[in-house]
């Protein structure tokens, strides 16, 4: 599974409502700016995963984790062979040979287990860092947009805990562009303000 598949579920799971909601639903005016009654809805999840800050995010991430995600492959497909040797001898190996392989097989699985526990907690650490990033200062960029634009209220239809019946106006790719221009990618490394994008570090797996 690709990382900005990853980062996109990570959103998903994250809980919009208790904090974008309460932001998003209240605008204030802000620079001389009036709310009024209209309504727009914005695709939070969308938002984060597409700003370019999100997107490089995401491919840091993808490297990051990558020499970490090739070694769960090989322990899987090291139990894999064992068990493809211990079928094909069935009827020609050893009683102690077929233990020795089934104690291998064990001890590989347990140690698949836990490094597979490790990595996917370390990501899901990292991108909830990014997420949470990326998602205030949206939340900022929608806060000064929208009473300039006459919204008295903007919802997030991506949450479930505030579903959007009806909004005449979705707003996520302007406020996309907009943080683009507020925020600009200026380097792998980090933002143009200097502030690092993301920075996870990739712990190395116990043996």
Known sequence: MKCMTLIRACAMTMAFGVWTTALLAQIK???????????A????????ANTLEGKQAAAQLETEFLARRKELEDLNKKINDLQQRLTAGANTLS????????????????QLERRQNEFQEDLNEAQSEVVSHIGR??????GRYAPNKGYGAVLDNSSQSTPVMYA???????????????YPVKSAAGAADGTTV?????KPSGH
């Open 29 to 39: 005016p802000a620079n001389g700016g009036e709310a009024g009654a209209k309504v």
């Open 41 to 48: 809805a914005i695709n939070m999840r969308a938002a984060i």
């Open 95 to 110: 009683d102690e040979e077929k233990q020795k392989l089934t104690l291998d097989g064990q001890r590989l699985t347990r």
């Open 137 to 142: 200062r949206l939340v900022e960029v929608v």
């Open 168 to 182: 005449s106006t979705d707003i996520t790719q302007e406020i996309v562009k907009l943080y683009d221009q507020t």
């Open 198 to 202: 993301t920075k996870p570090v990739a």
